[in-house]
């Protein structure tokens, strides 16, 4: 999975994971998560880093922000993450590792696949079957894109709409609350690993100007199931010659 702290260009969205040393459920309990999250906020007010998504779970989080200053991306998830294990260590008297290493980055093209990558983090924990629905997940941003939560607010809603070419928060919240609820009853919640494995996710010229923007790698293209959307994944392949595959769309996978 690509690096951040390698691959991070300003100007970009991109989506943001970090796992739990050894993807252990250091954050399995409410208190641990709360914490995660305040310390975001923070962070966020702190760093003015535009966060259009998170989901907090039991060993990982994920993030979806706007990077218009790559310091600032970094010393937010430094704070983060910072924070939430030194609190964890103290209290359960622990030392050692709680994350695993760096976090990664995918970016995102604007537009339908930022739409498709909101829905992935929403429904994170809807995919693993601890809920049914992302409202019953309070440790993920789908409550303020709803416009339920008037208080601690992390995301930047307003920057998030331009991003996505929509006009209306209104209008915006009721397509992608339709979105969701025809994606849990088709029942087709999968994990899809371009969004934690790739180096970027949209259209070809994107993906193609992000190597470019990046710098000469062994790469993979791959197009992806998109309907409508002209989607491709570019993923960093170490240890072999550069080279371009244009494969089938794959069939959804799950694990």
Not at 64 to 71: F, L, Q, S, T
Not at 140 to 164: K, N, S
Request: aromatic content about 10%; glycine content about 6%; proline content about 4%.
């Amino acid at each position: 999975m690509p690096r951040a702290d390698r691959y991070m260009l300003g100007g970009y969205t991109y989506h943001l994971t970090h796992r739990c040393h050894n993807r252990a459920f250091l954050l399995r309990f409410a208190k641990d998560r709360d914490a995660y999250r305040e310390w975001l906020r923070v962070g966020v007010n702190r760093y003015r880093v535009p966060v259009f998504a998170y989901a907090i779970t039991s060993n990982h989080v994920h993030l979806v922000v706007h990077v218009r200053d790559r310091d600032a991306v970094g010393r937010l998830m430094d704070l983060a993450a910072g924070a939430t294990a030194r609190q964890y260590n103290r209290r359960k008297r622990r030392s050692g590792a709680f994350w695993e290493g760096k976090y990664h980055a995918t970016a995102v093209e604007s537009g339908v696949h930022l739409w498709r990558c909101l829905r992935y983090v929403d429904l994170n924990m809807v995919r693993v079957g601890r809920v049914s629905h992302p409202v019953e997940w309070r440790w993920c941003g789908y409550d303020e894109l709803m416009g339920q939560r008037e208080r601690y607010r992390i995301l930047d809603i307003d920057a998030l709409l331009q991003h996505l070419d929509v006009a209306a928060f209104s209008s915006f919240r009721e397509s992608y609350t339709a979105d969701i609820e025809r994606e849990i009853a088709a029942r087709t919640v999968t994990r899809e690993t371009a969004w934690t494995e790739g180096l970027a996710v949209g259209s070809r010229p994107f993906v193609e100007r992000v190597v470019r923007e990046v710098g000469r790698m062994q790469t993979s293209y791959t197009e992806l199931p998109c309907p409508g959307a002209d989607a491709w994944c570019v993923r960093e392949l170490p240890g072999m010659d550069y080279v371009t595959e244009n494969h089938p769309k794959p069939a959804a996978t799950t694990s």
